[in-house]
Nanobody, 119 residues
Framework: QVQFEESGGALVQPGGSLRLSCAAS????????IGWFRQAPGKEREGVLC???SDGSSVKGRFTISRDNAKNTVYLQIDSLKSEDTAVYYC?????????????????WGQGTPVTVSS
């Protein structure tokens, strides 16, 4: 079965850190670019960060995306967590990363992992 499984979401206090995992099964991850998205309660899903096939990692502010092709897994590290980071986080694959994150460019989606930032 071709699928993604996200994990690592938790309830954390503001200022903390989390590392989310996105494990692929049924296909080889290194053929694709992988994006992380999030959807906060009552809001539309938004793109967080994307990593191309040739990249080992990428950083955008408090967010770091990395991939371990040997483990068929992509990670999202979030540092200095804020309440506005509260959301369900999803990963998905695409052919290449784009400046704009459009869900229609992504093929397979996981079920998401919830992150709650609260004191």
């Amino acid at each position: 079965q071709v699928q993604f499984e996200e994990s690592g979401g938790a309830l954390v206090q503001p200022g903390g850190s989390l590392r989310l995992s996105c494990a692929a099964s049924g296909f080889t991850l290194d053929y694709y670019a992988i994006g992380w998205f999030r959807q906060a309660p009552g809001k539309e899903r938004e793109g967080v960060l994307c990593i191309n096939r040739s990249d080992g990692s990428s950083v955008k502010g408090r967010f770091t995306i990395s991939r371990d092709n040997a483990k068929n897994t992509v990670y999202l590290q979030i540092d200095s967590l804020k309440s506005e980071d509260t959301a369900v986080y999803y990963c998905a694959n695409t052919d290449r990363c784009r400046a704009r994150y459009s869900s229609s460019d992504y093929f397979i989606w996981g079920q998401g992992t919830p992150v709650t930032v609260s004191s």
